[in-house]
């Protein structure tokens, strides 16, 4: 892009456009989109040199679309990251108080993921190469640093910084997708069988209470046969709300089956299983799924039973007595919770 274009971009953007992010994009000719960062891009130079800092600052304030902070040590550059939460930042790879290595290193301690261009005195490749190993994005050298080139430059490095963060929410989902439950957002069987073994194993190890939890919706076919798999389908998405806002932060409640639900309860002894379970029993007695024909109401029974430990229970013994005990609640009236110590 040159200055005329630029000019011409900064002249057809309000200044309350300034509101929207810095990577936001735009649209671009044959349907494509680019970075739009003639949108307000803020910018924090940490810059020791107050000589060179007038000379960063000439040539950025020349960009309209640029807003400046700086900070002229490492200590003031991380605060600063903290206090205002730069877009971008341009560093001095030699500081007081440190260098780029250091910074580098402060901001993945501080788990900062923000883009990073390195200025330095002159061109030092095996200097550089480390810094862009380490995280640094791209880099310019004073004798160079002109508007062409810090165009070009943060414009790239935004883009890049986009693609990272596309890459990095792909990543997460692709995670989700593994252990969780789309339905319900409860994890599903396969991690639930892999944190069971843990948490079995780590109760053993350190002498700590376990409980295990199955659930079972009651005559949830009915539902099915009745009113269709979109409305059986509602009911489980909101039985996996209310058990999702149930559990603890420690617990791990999942999806086991189609209408069946097992939760791990660590350091915790039947009788608080008992008393929790009851409370969730309520919960869904209580709640009603709007439907369009009506409001429909489910019952769910829970069958409890706990690691005894000293005992080398298998995984599979642990499961079948929760389901002992699940069954026992069902044989018995259903919406109850029933206890199998199993000692």
Avoid at 295 to 313: E, M, Y
Wanted: glycine letters at 8%.
């Amino acid at each position: 892009m040159n200055e005329d274009e630029l000019e011409s971009a900064d002249e057809k953007i309000p200044e309350e456009d300034s509101k929207y992010p810095a990577s936001e994009t735009k649209p671009y000719r044959g349907g494509g989109m680019i970075m739009n960062i003639e949108r307000k891009l803020h910018v924090l130079s940490i810059e020791g040199s107050h000589e060179d800092f007038k000379r960063i600052e000439s040539v950025l304030n020349g960009i309209d679309g640029i807003r400046l902070s700086r900070a002229e040590n490492l200590e003031d550059g991380l605060r600063l990251v903290d206090e205002i939460s730069p877009d971008l930042l341009l560093l001095d790879y030699l500081l007081p108080g440190g260098d780029g290595f250091d910074f580098i290193r402060a901001l993945k301690a501080g788990k900062k993921d923000i883009p990073l261009v390195i200025l330095t005195e002159q061109e030092d490749e095996m200097v550089i190469s480390r810094l862009i190993q380490e995280g640094a994005d791209d880099y310019l050298t004073k004798a160079h640093f002109d508007r062409e080139s810090i165009t070009q430059c943060f414009r790239n490095v935004m883009e890049r910084g986009k693609l990272k963060r596309e890459i990095r929410t792909a990543q997460r989902k692709i995670s989700e997708m593994a252990t969780l439950d789309e339905l319900t957002g409860l994890f599903n069987r396969r991690y639930f069988m892999d944190a069971l073994e843990r948490e079995r194993s780590g109760a053993e190890r350190h002498g700590k209470d376990l409980s295990l939890c199955m659930m079972d919706l009651d005559l949830f076919k009915r539902v099915n046969d009745k009113l269709g798999h979109t409305a059986g389908d509602l009911v489980l998405a909101d039985v996996g709300r209310m058990i999702r806002e149930w559990a603890r932060q420690t617990d791990l409640p999942c999806r086991y089956g189609d209408e069946e639900f097992a939760v791990i309860l660590p350091e915790t002894a039947l009788e608080g299983a008992r008393i929790a379970c009851e409370r969730l029993r309520r919960m869904v007695e209580k709640n009603q799924v709007q439907w369009r024909t009506g409001p429909i109401q489910i019952t769910i029974s829970i069958g409890i039973t706990q690691n005894r430990p000293g005992a080398k229970d298998s995984i599979r013994n642990l499961i079948d007595r929760a389901d002992e005990a699940l069954f026992q609640a069902k044989e018995t009236g259903r919406n109850r919770v029933n206890v199998l110590n199993g000692a």
